[in-house]
């Protein structure tokens, strides 16, 4: 089974990366882009079959390592 | 006064962590590698600068998890003293040792140059050999050294004397211009509460003899003896 994590910084936590982004969108004229938030994406294969243990599972994972949560949130999807 | 360096793959400032302690202790600090768990009984580790595990993850997540770091933990939780220079801080805040966070620099670049500090309260192991509002120049050199915490943490910081050292200008002021990265009330480092563990993203091991431009950074490896004999 496949655990998809989405990292991404919290809100009041600035994102220079975003904002380098944003500015590197506006001059290739990519206009409207009213904000840019960056953050990380990670694959995870897991052995276990039950999909609400490995929710626990990675949920701990992120709490430990995949994510710093001072400055960071997670979302987790399962299938 | 016995300390201990702790290397991690791609530590770079270890070197200069050992000289400094060996020329300031009078005794060659226990070299230990991150796979060696046995760390002597010793009054300070010290965390040196680099790129830990290449800054994968975050900067010191990898390092933060590796066993020997809970050994570091147990001898903070037992009140021993540690150091975190650059690097070492930031894997501090990575155990949680110390609160906050070190973020990538405001500008997105890797800074290396002198920068002035102003001692913020010399009443604490790591700042005792200098007078409180001293200003000290210390080279940086990071890509991740700005430094953030929420309101809450920085307000607790701030009251309970736990900024060790500030960025400041010329003139002792805390400017927008003198925050090299972009840190939270322009903190170059802190202290933990019970005031045994200290992190900053400077490098007072560059400056501990004239041949290295300067000594400013002998005051803050004078104040750990001050502390511990």
């Known amino acids: 089974m496949k655990a998809r994590v989405h990292i991404t910084l919290k809100n009041g936590v600035l994102d220079p990366q975003g904002k380098a982004i944003q500015h590197a969108l506006s001059a290739l004229g990519f206009d409207g882009v009213k904000d840019v938030r960056q953050g990380k994406y990670i694959e995870l294969d897991l052995t276990e079959t039950d999909k609400n243990k490995a929710m626990t599972s990675v949920e701990a994972m992120c709490k430990k390592l995949l994510s710093n949560t001072v400055i960071e949130n997670y979302a987790i999807d399962i299938e | ?229």
């Open chain 2, 1 to 229: 006064m016995k300390t201990a360096v702790i290397i991690f793959p791609a530590s770079n400032c270890d070197r200069d962590m050992i000289i400094a302690l060996e020329k300031i202790t009078g005794h060659k600090p226990h070299i230990i590698w991150h796979q060696n768990t046995n760390i002597p009984e010793v009054d300070l580790i010290a965390l040196p600068g680099g790129f830990s595990f290449g800054d994968y993850l975050r900067c010191g997540a990898m390092a933060a998890r590796s066993p020997v770091t809970k050994k570091v933990i147990e001898h903070a939780d037992r009140g021993g003293k540690v150091i975190g220079i650059c690097n070492g801080f930031q894997i501090l805040t990575e155990t949680g040792l110390l609160p906050g966070a070190l973020m990538r620099n405001e500008s997105l670049k890797f800074i290396c140059k002198d920068v002035n500090l102003r001692v913020e309260n010399n009443d604490t192991p790591f700042t005792n050999a200098y007078k409180k509002d001293q200003i000290i120049t210390i080279p940086i050199a990071h890509h991740d050294g700005n430094y953030f915490a929420d309101e809450d943490t920085l307000a607790a910081l701030e009251e309970e004397g736990r900024v060790a050292f500030r960025y400041v200008d010329d003139k002792g002021q805390p400017t927008k211009d003198a925050n090299p990265n972009g840190s939270r009330n322009n903190i170059a480092g802190i202290i933990s509460r019970r005031k045994n563990i200290l992190g900053m993203m400077p490098h007072p091991e560059r400056l501990i003899e004239d041949a290295q431009g300067g000594t400013d950074g002998l005051g803050f490896f004078k104040s750990i003896i001050n502390a511990i004999n």
